[in-house]
C-alpha cells in the first residue's frame, strides 16, 4: 500500500461506528466468554451491549421506514385481499371489493326469497333459498321442497306467501314455484352465462327474518359430474370453492357485475349453470316436465391421450351410440363441434340438447379420427359412483 495512504487514513474509526456487529460483540446468548475472567462477562460489557442493540434498533427501524417510503406503502392501509365477508371474500384480482359487494347485496337481495316447508303437524320451517327468475316465478333447489305438504316464500320485506309447484327436474335438481301476489324483482341474468376456471363468483341467499347470506369464491370446474342429494349422478355443474351457508342453497350465485350466472345446489359450491337453468324453467313452465338428451355412453376420462376425450366403456343396449356404429374403446373427442376433454365434457355437452336432435361426434378408433352422425335419445338416470353416462 502506498506511504501517502497510510497518512491520509488518521486515527482508527470508533469501535461502535460501524452498522454490522459479530454476535460475539452483543453479548447475548451467542456472545464469546473466552476474555471474561472465571468465565463471566466483564462489568463493562453491559453498557456496551445495550448501546450496540440500541444502535441496531434505530439502524434498523430507519432501513425499514425508507423500505415503506420507497414503496409507496402507508402503515395504516388495510391490505385490499382477504377481506372478509359474509363467509369470506376470494383473494384475487376483478373480484368485488367489500363495499362493492355490499352494494350488490343491497341491490339485488330484493331478487331473493327465503323458501319454507310445512310437513306433519309442524309449522312452517325455512329450509333455503329461492331466485326469482320471471314475474310470478322462482327457482330453488328441489330437494328442499321434497315431501312438503305446503310450500311459502318470505319476500325481503317479511311478507309470506304461500307458493305452488309448477314442476320439478330431478336431474338438475331444481323446482319452479309459482308465487301470486308479491312484488318480487326477478334477477338479470347473464347474457350467455359461461363461466371460465379462475371467474370471481358470489353466492347470495336469505335467512331467517330474512337476512342475506353472502360467500365469495372463484370457478374450480365446468362441466363437472356431481352427487345430487337424492344419490343420483348430476351433470353439467359448475363447480366454485365457496362456501355458503347452508340456507343459501337454492339461491342465486351472480358474477361481480351483478348478473345471474347459476343457482347454488348444494353448500360445497356445486351450481347449476343459468343456461341449463333457463331451459328447465322454459320447460317446466311450458309442460310441467324437462327432458334432457342422451348418446348412451358409458365413458371414462381418456387421461392416457393427449388432449384428453372421453373413452367409451359401455353402450346402453339399442342406444344411439349403439346404433351408429360407436364400439368400446373409442375416444370422443368433439360433440357438435365442441371439445371434448373428458366425460364430463362428453355428458355436458349431450345434456344440453333435446331427445331428436342430430348431432355429429368426433371419435378417435385406432388413431383414426371418425365423424359419426348420431340421433340423440331420452337420458336415464343413474346412481352415483359409477362411470359418467352421457
Do not use: C
Not at 323446482?175 to 359461461?194: C, M, Q
Not at 350465485?253 to 356445486?270: W, Y
Amino acid at each position: 500500500m502506498p506511504a501517502d495512504d497510510d497518512a491520509a487514513s488518521g486515527p482508527p474509526p470508533h469501535p461502535l461506528d460501524r452498522i454490522w456487529f459479530h454476535p460475539t460483540e452483543l453479548g447475548g446468548p451467542g456472545a464469546s466468554r473466552a476474555n471474561a475472567p472465571n468465565g463471566r462477562s466483564g462489568g463493562s460489557g453491559r453498557p456496551r451491549s445495550w448501546l450496540v442493540a440500541t444502535a441496531a434498533f434505530l439502524i434498523g427501524a430507519a432501513v425499514t421506514v425508507g423500505a415503506l417510503a420507497a414503496a409507496g406503502g402507508r402503515l395504516d392501509r388495510p391490505p385490499a385481499e382477504s377481506q372478509v365477508v359474509g363467509s369470506r371474500l376470494a383473494a384475487t384480482a376483478g373480484a368485488a371489493l367489500p363495499d362493492d359487494l355490499a352494494d350488490l347485496v343491497a341491490e339485488h337481495g330484493p331478487g331473493l326469497v327465503t323458501v319454507t316447508v310445512t310437513v306433519g303437524d309442524g309449522g312452517p320451517v325455512a329450509v333455503g333459498s329461492g331466485v326469482s327468475v320471471a314475474s310470478g316465478r322462482v327457482v330453488t333447489a328441489a330437494h328442499l321442497v321434497a315431501g312438503a305438504e305446503r310450500v311459502s316464500i318470505v319476500t325481503g320485506s317479511g311478507r309470506i306467501v304461500t307458493a305452488d309447484v309448477v314442476g320439478t327436474d330431478p336431474e338438475t335438481d331444481l323446482v319452479v314455484l309459482r308465487v301470486d301476489g308479491a312484488a318480487l324483482t326477478p334477477l338479470e341474468a347473464a347474457t350467455d352465462g359461461g363461466l371460465r376456471v379462475g371467474q370471481p363468483v358470489v353466492s347470495l341467499g336469505t335467512g331467517p327474518g330474512p337476512r342475506p347470506l353472502v360467500a365469495t369464491g372463484l370457478v374450480s370446474a365446468v362441466d363437472a359430474v356431481v352427487v345430487l342429494p337424492d344419490g343420483h349422478q348430476g351433470v353439467a355443474f359448475v363447480r366454485t370453492d365457496a362456501r355458503p351457508d347452508p340456507q343459501a342453497v337454492g339461491g342465486a350465485v351472480l358474477e361481480p357485475s351483478g348478473r345471474l350466472v347459476g343457482v347454488l345446489a348444494d353448500a360445497g359450491g356445486a351450481v347449476v349453470p343459468v343456461a341449463v337453468v333457463r331451459d328447465v324453467v322454459t320447460q317446466l313452465v311450458a309442460g310441467g316436465k324437462v327432458t334432457h338428451g342422451s348418446v348412451g355412453i358409458a365413458a371414462a376420462d381418456a387421461v392416457e391421450r393427449t388432449g384428453g376425450g372421453a373413452r367409451v366403456l359401455g353402450l346402453v343396449d339399442d342406444g344411439p351410440a349403439q346404433a351408429a356404429g360407436i364400439v368400446p374403446g373409442d375416444v370422443v373427442v368433439s360433440v357438435a363441434g365442441r371439445p371434448v376433454t373428458n366425460a364430463g365434457d362428453l355428458a355436458a355437452h349431450v345434456r344440453r340438447l333435446r331427445p331428436g336432435d342430430p348431432v355429429e361426434l368426433v371419435v378417435v378408433r385406432a388413431g383414426e379420427r371418425i365423424r359419426v352422425p348420431v340421433e340423440l335419445g331420452h337420458s336415464v338416470r343413474v346412481d352415483a359412483g359409477g362411470p359418467v353416462v352421457a
